[in-house]
């Protein structure tokens, strides 16, 4: 007689295999839990990167031209060029918010690197940007949390960079800084449950996402990972991506479509959705080629079109 299925199963692929589906049931389960309430006006406020403002010779310049582009406020980068001082003129000029800055050392000083010099340069930065978030009146730091490579596998990413992020957490619970990460090309978290309980591992209400819809269209789709991060979700990256052109004319083509057009991949109406179910009502900032104001300003009004419809 032929010995049932089920008794092939040993007893640590059992294990394993509920385990795994209790997980992801309790992650599916915390994203209804933990909604933001209802608030009245726009879903999101509108902020782009610091880069993208070609015009302005100071930050107070480039603040002026992003207020008349129609933009609530603008993400730094830390470490940086600007001192507070600075930030202080050109937010009290136009009355725009810094929202959050961007660790401008995360892919060149990876918490995921085998040298661990090179994690604590990457560490260092990271607490600088949290100081320098504090100090220009912002709430979060998006960060990349790790790079896989040939030289650096899944598991070692995953492992190095929660012990490098849990070593600035004391920091950032006493600035009260939220530590966001960012959906990228890293070869990481390329799930969003595996991303939902990566972040959930830390135990701490500041450690979530700073999630890039774009980004995510290459080998997903952004509403379904909206809805499975949740609560999670601390700010938006806006951009557009097109498949068609991913598959006809190479990876980083697929950005080469502005958002809202015929062939942006985003779909943003389900997106709209998407944010509605989870009650995300906060930031979302643009990161796409930029220019002069009359540029500028076609970008926030795309935004507009497709994020506060």
Not at 21 to 42: D, E, F, I, N
Not at 84 to 93: N, S
Not at 102 to 131: M, N, Y
Not at 275 to 282: A, E, F
Request: charged share 25%; net charge negative.
């Amino acid at each position: 007689m032929n010995e049932p299925i089920e008794l092939n199963m040993t007893r640590r692929t059992f294990v394993a295999s509920v385990g795994a589906a209790a997980a992801a049931s309790s992650v599916l389960a915390s994203v209804g839990s933990h909604t933001r309430s209802w608030a009245k006006g726009p879903r999101v406020k509108k902020a782009l990167k610091i880069g993208m403002i070609s015009e302005g010779s100071s930050l107070t310049e480039k603040f002026e031209i992003a207020k008349r582009a129609g933009y609530d406020g603008v993400e730094l980068d830390s470490p940086g060029a600007f001192t507070a001082d600075d930030v202080k003129a050109a937010k009290d000029a136009t009355g725009l918010e810094v929202p959050g800055v961007v660790d401008s050392v995360h892919w060149r000083d990876t918490l995921s690197h085998p040298d661990v010099a090179v994690r604590a340069r990457g560490v260092a930065g990271l607490e600088t940007a949290i100081r320098d978030c504090h100090s220009f009146g912002g709430t979060s730091v998006l960060l990349v949390p790790a790079v896989v490579n040939k030289g650096v596998s899944y598991a070692d990413a995953y492992r190095r960079s929660q012990e490098e992020i849990r070593k600035v957490l004391p920091l950032a619970t006493d600035l009260n800084i939220q530590i966001a990460f960012e959906n990228v090309w890293n070869n990481f978290l390329l799930s969003p449950l595996e991303a939902a309980q990566y972040s959930d591992a830390f135990e701490s209400d500041l450690v979530g996402w700073h999630f890039d819809i774009g980004n995510i269209v290459n080998y997903g789709w952004p509403a379904h990972w909206i809805e499975a991060l949740g609560h999670r979700i601390f700010k938006l990256d806006v951009k557009a991506f097109s498949r068609s052109r991913r598959n006809d004319e190479g990876l980083w083509k697929g950005f080469g479509v502005e958002i809202g057009d015929d062939g942006d991949d985003c779909d943003w109406p389900e997106v709209r959705q998407a944010l509605d179910s989870i009650g995300y009502r906060g930031w979302a900032a643009a990161e796409v080629g930029g220019g002069d104001l009359a540029r500028l300003t076609d970008i926030a009004r795309r935004m507009d079109r497709v994020l506060n419809a």
